[in-house]
């Protein structure tokens, strides 16, 4: 890592920017660790069409990437998501509630 400072320096100062611009945040092991737990008691079902999704507790916080799909085909159904559009893939933030289901047209 000393022979290249300027590598780890790059990254850092890529990880202010994105983080300024709220892209980007660290995370500790043991948050990685809650969030996995949860991603795991999440039942999930997606057929390329509809995606369903429900947990226990809240799904907030958990995403999914449709692939080949653009935002304004996605229709929300039932519970709350954030679209985000890369033109290739949408991603999908669930925001509140422990039921999603969204269509795509």
């Known amino acids: 890592a000393a022979r290249r400072i ?5 990254l850092l100062d890529r990880a202010r920017q994105l ?6 945040r660290w995370y500790r092991m043991d948050d990685l660790a809650r969030h996995m ?7 999930w079902a997606w057929d390329g069409r509809t995606l369903r999704a429900n947990h226990r507790e809240s799904l907030a916080g958990l995403t999914w990437r449709l692939r080949g799909v653009k935002a304004e085909q996605v ?11 890369d033109g290739e893939h ?5 925001l509140a509630g422990s039921q999603l289901q969204l269509a795509v047209r």
């Open 37 to 43: 737990a949860r991603r795991e008691q999440t039942e």
């Open 6 to 10: 300027d590598v780890i320096a790059d």
């Open 75 to 85: 229709l929300i159904e039932q519970g709350s998501a954030r679209l985000h559009d």
């Open 90 to 94: 949408v991603l999908v933030e669930a």
């Open 19 to 24: 983080e300024s611009a709220g892209r980007f």
